[in-house]
């Protein structure tokens, strides 16, 4: 089996930062990409940022130039580093992976973290 654990919510005051982290284990074969979703209140999971193996990286309109993803393939890792929080970005964050398993062949899978909460004061 395969688990997100992600890690670095918490309470921050606008404009300050926060540093997210999520560590993928198990029957892991390889991670091709791996993303940052969040979820407010009353709206929709949305797309934060996402980074491929080849590092090709991914952010939405309104956290570029804010926030930075990295991954560390070694240790099968994503981090995202927030700076310049708003009460905006507030949300539960979600780890997410698209990965094939060792003895599944070439099927990918998709798994999620529990999610952290980041909670941004004004």
């Known amino acids: 089996q395969v688990q997100l654990v992600e890690s670095g919510g918490g309470l921050v005051q606008a404009g300050g930062s926060r540093r997210l982290s999520c560590a993928a284990s198990?029957?892991?074969?390889?991670?091709?990409?791996m993303a940052w979703y969040r979820q407010a209140p009353g709206k929709q999971r949305e797309l934060v940022a996402s980074i491929t193996s080849g590092v090709s990286t991914y952010y939405a309109d309104s956290v570029k130039g804010r926030f930075t993803i990295s991954r560390d393939n070694a240790k099968n890792a994503v981090y995202l580093q927030m700076n310049s929080l708003k009460p905006e970005d507030t949300a539960v964050y979600y780890c997410?992976?698209?990965?094939?398993?060792?003895?599944?062949?070439?099927?990918?899978?998709?798994?999620w973290g529990q999610g952290t909460q980041v909670t941004v004061s004004s």
């Open positions: 997410n992976s698209l990965l094939t398993k060792t003895g599944g062949g070439r099927s990918e899978y998709t798994y």
């Open positions: 198990g029957s892991i074969l390889s991670i091709r990409v």
